[in-house]
């Protein structure tokens, strides 16, 4: 008689759970889209879609009333067309980024199930809306939730075409992500997309795959999908070489786009530059990827110890690709913890596909410790700031950690191995919520832009233009409703001369205002420390004071009649 196969009991798990738990995981992630951009990388693209919108221009990006080339248009596109929709605020400026994170959760699942199964497919899902950095970004949005939807989506669908003979629907859809990935973040992307396939067609010497007209036909469509982005910014900047651009003439988009942006910082020789950490991205994914960090470097050392026994292709796109990108990643000089975020799909899958296939007890065992430290970690994160941060929301933050603590203890007991999978994902879940609805909006009354834009929205009604005099806050022009005009201090006269205008400004500003013979009517000060810079003077509240700094909104008028001997005069 033919003994049957045993079931994995993590397989039952998972189809017993997933649905539950995946809709909590994208309802905790969903539940960022209304708490207030952080700045300022954020809340600067935020204002970049918000000019976009208000003026009708799609070609020509600009920062407060210059000319800008740091980063292409996809994003800036996307969150314009959502103003458009949904009104110029918080949800207006997420809601996008969301949706192509959602995008990124759905294409690392149909992956995941076409190379390696149903419950690879869902543990890699689970994995990927607890990932910590992919949180991380749903609250700091900036072009990294686009970029790992394209990303993903484009692999998954230039995969289908390099196994089925009918590839033209998925060669299209594929390149079409590829050369709106492109027209996020550059052309580094396309190492990404297609590092694991190269990597598969060298190891196994299938040189005509180089030369195959699929690829061919691919690499036409990527670059007619991209000619939008290249139109835009030779417009901008190759027609005008007179715009002063990183402080310098004869600027060319193009080039940028091609080169500087993305290997100029690799290679550290272009405009904008960083010092580079060679161990920097392996210790940034122990927390980045949280909490299976730990299991990733496990499933790493399992794929190089049986890599020589592996043939299948898909090997090469998860492992080979993701780690091909990670090497690259470390090898460069400019550095940033979001930069993972666009390869963390590619550990999701191969990390599930390790756990699933993990038998020997003395493994399970050593992941139960493992899983188990990384959740007494968790939840001392949330104890330390419980302790010394002290949310304004301190008793829902004690009943999240309370309720989290008890779904730990109560859930998932049938089996030791299978249990602390549920239970790390019900501690990620905890962790999410306690930070989205304590911690962020906690953080976020010292956003003094932010704050010092509601204040200016809903007392001055009368007053019909506001500015910054030497602060500078990308939250405060985002979010006031008022027109932002810029420039100097004689500008600042000139208006103030017709009508009273609001003015942000620091201590140092407040005092030049006043001396210069403005009329500085009732300040309003706003408590300012930069969020997404915390320090641990700062989290502790018995230090919190120290740490801040004074910002305020003044309406100042200017009469030169009463200061006749002014320079005005």
């Not at 297609?194 to 180089?210: A, L, P, S, T």
């Not at 007991?413 to 989205?436: E, M, P, Q």
């Not at 003077?537 to 004071?545: A, H, M, P, Q, S």
Request: glycine share 6%; hydrophobic share 45%.
């Amino acid at each position: 008689m033919m003994r049957s196969k045993e079931v994995n009991p993590l397989e039952i798990w998972l189809d017993k759970w997933f649905y539950f738990l995946l809709f909590l995981g994208i309802a905790v992630n969903a539940s960022g889209l209304l708490i207030t951009i952080l700045d300022s990388d954020a809340t600067l693209y935020a204002c970049i879609a918000k000019t976009i919108a208000q003026t009708g221009d799609f070609i020509n990006l600009k920062v407060q009333g210059k000319d800008w080339l740091d980063k292409p248009h996809f994003p800036f596109w996307m969150a314009a067309i959502s103003y458009k929709l949904f009104g110029i605020n918080t949800f207006g400026y997420k809601l996008p980024a969301f949706l192509f994170w959602g995008m990124g959760c759905m294409y690392t699942y149909l992956f995941s199930k076409k190379c390696y199964g149903k419950s690879a497919a869902q543990l890699s899902a689970l994995m990927y809306v607890t990932a910590t950095h992919l949180f991380i970004s749903n609250n700091d949005v900036r072009a990294e939730p686009y970029l790992t939807g394209l990303l993903i989506g484009a692999i998954y669908h230039y995969y289908l075409a390099s196994i089925n003979k009918q590839w033209w629907k998925d060669i299209i859809i594929a390149s079409l992500y590829t050369g709106c990935a492109m027209m996020t973040k550059g052309p580094f992307i396309l190492i990404a997309i297609g590092g694991g396939f190269i990597v598969e067609w060298i190891v196994k010497r299938d040189w005509k795959q180089f030369y195959s007209i699929k690829w061919l036909v691919a690499i036409v469509l990527v670059v007619l999908f991209t000619l939008p982005e290249l139109y835009c910014l030779y417009t901008q900047f190759d027609l005008h070489p007179e715009k002063i651009v990183f402080d310098r003439t004869g600027v060319s988009g193009v080039r940028f786009f091609w080169w500087d942006s993305q290997f100029g910082r690799f290679f550290n020789n272009g405009p904008i530059r960083g010092d580079g950490d060679k161990f920097f991205y392996l210790h940034t994914t122990l927390w980045a990827f949280l909490p299976w960090s730990l299991l990733f470097y496990m499933a790493c050392g399992w794929k190089l110890s049986n890599i020589k026994k592996s043939s299948s292709f898909n090997e090469y796109i998860t492992f080979g690709g993701g780690l091909l990108m990670f090497f690259i990643f470390s090898m460069s000089k400019f550095q940033l913890p979001h930069y993972l975020n666009v390869i963390l799909p590619f550990f999701c899958v191969f990390t599930a596909q390790y756990v699933l296939q993990i038998t020997m007890p003395s493994v399970k065992e050593a992941v139960k410790w493992i899983q188990y430290v990384l959740i007494v970690a968790m939840f001392l994160v949330m104890g330390l700031l419980l302790i010394f941060y002290r949310p304004e929301q301190y008793t829902i933050a004690i009943a999240i950690f309370a309720i989290t603590a008890t779904g730990c203890l109560l859930l998932f007991n049938d089996n030791r191995f299978v249990g602390v999978i549920g239970k790390s994902y019900v501690a990620a879940i905890g962790v999410f919520t306690f930070l989205n609805s304590c911690i962020y909006p906690s953080l976020m009354e010292y956003q003094s832009g932010s704050k010092a834009a509601e204040y200016v929205n809903n007392t001055f009604s009368t007053v019909s233009e506001a500015t910054m005099f030497n602060e500078n806050s990308y939250s405060f022009t985002f979010y006031t409703n008022k027109p932002i005009f810029f420039g100097n201090i004689d500008t600042l006269k000139a208006r103030a001369k017709q009508a009273p205008v609001m003015v942000y400004t620091n201590k140092q500003g407040l005092d030049s205002l006043k001396g210069a013979g403005f009329s500085t009517n009732i300040p309003k000060s706003f408590n300012f420390f930069h969020a997404s810079e915390l320090t641990g003077e700062f989290i502790n509240y018995r230090t919190r004071d120290n740490e801040l700094k004074q910002h305020y909104v003044v309406k100042v008028s200017y009469n030169v009649n009463r200061y006749p001997y002014s320079v005005d005069r």
